[in-house]
């Protein structure tokens, strides 16, 4: 299985700063030394023409050439540096790399990503641009290159803050279809409408959790039906772990292994091709936040085995593809 990492490019944030930024580093090694099976390679920085399939040009020249304002930065929380903005773009770039790769063996990985607050002119929570939409827009664009077909798209995000910047980015476009499950109370406090938005509340615990997971999954694949997606961008964010102290639930370590494969297994279920994204994770302990995020890992390579049988150290292009070349169309229309 590949993933694909960027976090040689270290933001020097200032002293006391409460992102978690050693985290990358820490799941690259976890994973190296314990699934030898995933192949990991450094991301390539997405161009600017990648970026501007969803990002306005001058959001992405502010961010780019360091003219961000003060507020613009302090919305994002990073300060500007150039190592912040190459660090954006590889993050996309390692997104949009596994989604290639996905299309073709079923399931890859960024051990980074799923930026999901940022919009088309604006980041925010951490988020500089938007690599799920990015990574959205191009496989469309590429997809339909190639076989003359739509590729349909669905989002489940699964971090324990709502996904806004991609709800807005994607609310006028029956294409792409949005899932968050969050806290009700969490960030961002003014939720954007996505296609289906599950509100949770404070202290959710592993039963309640897994029945509005069932529930939200059931309503995506009944609404997709006749016109399944062809491609979905799992974000699973560590932070509905209880041991976050930002996620305000109470999940445990099992309960987020159960997560998922409840994911995992649905995709395969229906042929559709997976794209891993880390999202969020400030556990108290931060090898907490590492394990969480490496049994999904886990879980991911297990569905990659599936998806390649017989085969692993050279995937073949597994039936999953063919199915979802059957999963596209030209038109749409939304209920």
């Known amino acids: 299985m590949r993933a694909y990492y960027a976090d ?163 609310q006028d476009d029956p294409t792409v279809y949005t899932l968050s499950m969050h ?11 996505g296609d289906l938005d599950v509100d949770l509340p404070d202290g959710c615990t592993d039963a309640p959790y897994l029945a509005a997971l069932d529930d939200a999954l059931e309503q995506l694949w009944q609404r997709h039906a006749d016109q399944p997606p062809g491609l979905v961008f799992y974000q699973a964010g560590a932070d509905p772990h209880e041991g976050d102290r930002l996620g305000r639930l109470k999940i445990t370590t099992a309960g987020m292994a159960e997560r998922d494969r409840r994911v995992f297994d649905a995709c395969r279920s229906r042929g559709i091709p997976v794209v891993l994204t880390m999202g969020g994770g400030y556990g108290r302990v931060i090898e907490d936040t590492v394990a969480v995020q490496l049994q999904t890992y886990r879980e991911a390579l297990t569905a990659w085995r599936a998806c390649n049988p017989g085969n692993p150290g050279k995937p073949e292009v597994p039936a999953m593809l063919h199915r979802a070349n059957n999963a596209v169309h030209h038109t749409d229309t939304r209920n």
């Open 183 to 193: 806290g009700a109370k969490n960030f961002p406090f003014r939720k954007v409408a």
């Open 8 to 170: 040689h490019f270290v933001l020097p944030l200032p002293p006391g700063h409460r992102f978690p930024m050693q985290k990358y580093r820490l799941l690259r090694d976890a994973i190296a030394a314990e699934l030898p099976e995933v192949c990991l390679s450094q991301a390539w920085p997405a161009s600017e023409g990648e970026l501007a399939l969803v990002h306005t040009p001058g959001y992405v020249d502010a961010v780019l050439r360091g003219t961000l304002s003060a507020a613009q930065q302090r919305e994002i929380g990073f300060p500007w540096s150039p190592a912040m903005a190459e660090r954006a773009r590889r993050s996309v770039g390692a997104t949009i790399s596994a989604a290639r790769d996905a299309l073709q063996e079923g399931v890859a990985a960024n051990l980074a990503g799923g930026t999901h607050h940022a919009s088309a002119d604006t980041g925010s929570g951490y988020c500089v641009f938007n690599d799920l939409a990015v990574a959205a827009r191009l496989m469309q664009a590429e997809w339909h290159r190639h076989h003359r077909r739509l590729l349909r798209v669905a989002v489940i995000d699964l971090d324990v803050h709502q996904g806004n910047g991609t709800a807005a980015i994607f």
